[in-house]
């Protein structure tokens, strides 16, 4: 896991080097291990190391091979390259290191752009054709690994992070008013391509896109889960499901165990992260590494849930760490951790994740994480509700469970400045019911979950994940997120995953792994209390940073909408149970965070 950026000229001059170079650096703590620099013909290329298989300076990127005319930036891990390297041996390609990114050239020479669909895993990279100037953009199926772009006549730049690209300068930050919109409406999710600023762009998931020398460009999705009964499946009954989901789920959990430094796992004490640790336990891993972490309690809310991570790392052995952070180390973090967003993300636990990661990095380089279930198998309050409802009244009864605020609430709280020029256009409603309407789910809740698993949880839970880890240098692995292990669980009757209050079938088959305490406890979240509820020097961080030149001046607020905000901060909540105060103020935070970031 690393970080990439890049540099295309499409009019005949030369790849701006101080820009790669500037992106590079600014990606140092996705990659703290090494660093590289590469320029041929019209593209640039620049990488930071983490490094997790083939520690040696062969496995280093840039990497190039003359012999085939290629070089690749890569950021990642491909579980199956060892069985794609045999493979590649056989055709006669000859190797220089153990490197999976070695992996992904041969068998782009070998397949073509075709290679990723061979490729299992989680990835972003960048191939050049060292003679033609062609360069091909990839990403993995579920948007795991970020890759944004900026493209202005005559050239484009890629990185593995929004923070690079405006510190290469020369960026458009005016507000993108659609992703404003979907910010306050799509449970502040912001779809591909659309980022907060009009200058910047991130290549959705699954896609491939090709460009050639003269700025031609090619976009291509190559994946896409049918959330649809399966004939050959038609016959399977509960027990069946069961099996076969925890079979594949114990093949994902095995797969991302391939590495050359020790693996761990982030376990919060809920089913998903705990089945996680009874698969490898399972499989033989002994003194496993386990982490959980814990916050001081506030406003009657617990800050940890150890009581059941602790059954857990008991019950199967773990080498486990209990990180406790107290409440005085809550209010510094909140700056670095909105720092280290590529994009606003409103969740309460990015601080959690970016203070766990800080402390877990100390020790261990790679983990594995529960993410991803939730939207794969059902497990969200929001579900239920859609059973039953006819096909056609999808996205509405969606929106009425899962968007933040309506049209009409978006508008009485953006100033005139920041809206749609046209008025009555409604992008996330517009998104949402061309998405859910589109062929391939049977039902509304498999439509529902098809956006969820395709679409929110790339740009919510996983890009948090990736985001707050990779702040640390720790390369986080999401075994629910296995594209077979997806492909599979899209096809399994909805009924039994709502059942027992969300993700039943995944439950049922637990059973016969963890101590019922944990599957059948209420659902948990990733408890933050201190920031979750806005008081003290939380409260007055929200509030001066409203308050600021730089909040008035940019006038992104209906001043009546804040000042209801503030005569209630902890009252006015989403539909969802979202801070509406928190949301508004972190918006700002971060576009200040960025203005501080941006090349003169």
Known sequence: MCGVCGEIRFDGSAPDVSSVDAMTAAMTRRGPDASGVYMKGNVALGHRRLKIIDLSERGGQPMVDPELGLALVFNGCIYNYQELRHELEGKGYRFFSHADSEVILKAFHAWGADCVDRLIGMFAFAVVDTDSGTVTLARDRLGIKPLYLAETPGRLRFASSLQALLRAGDVDTSIDRVALHHYFSFHAVVPAPHTMYNGIRKLPPATVRT????GRSTERRYWEPVFAPHADRADWDEKRWQHELMDSLRTSVRRRMVADVPVGVLLSGGIDSSLVVALLAEQGQTDLATFSIGFDSAAGESGDEYAYSDLIADTFGTDHHKIHIGTDRLLPAVGDTIAAMSEPMVSHDCVAFYLLSEEVSKSIKVVQSGQGADEILGGYSWYPPLAGIARPETTKAYREVFFDR????????????????????????????????????????????RLDTTVMLVDDPVKRVDTMTMAWGLEARVPFLDHEFVELAATCPPDLKLAHGGKGVLKEASRALLPSAVIDRTKGYFPVPGIRHLEGEVFDLVADVLKTRSATGRGLYRPAALDRLFADPNGIRTRLDGNELWQVAMLEMWLQTMEGLTAP
């Not at 009485?412 to 019911?433: K, M």
């Open 406 to 449: 309506s049209h009409e609430e978006i508008a009485a709280i953006l100033a005139d400045d920041y809206l749609l020029e046209e008025r009555d256009f409604d992008p996330s409603w517009e998104f949402a019911l061309a998405h859910q309407s589109a062929p391939g789910a049977h039902t509304s809740v498999d439509a529902a979950l």
């Open 211 to 214: 460009i050639t020398r003269d």
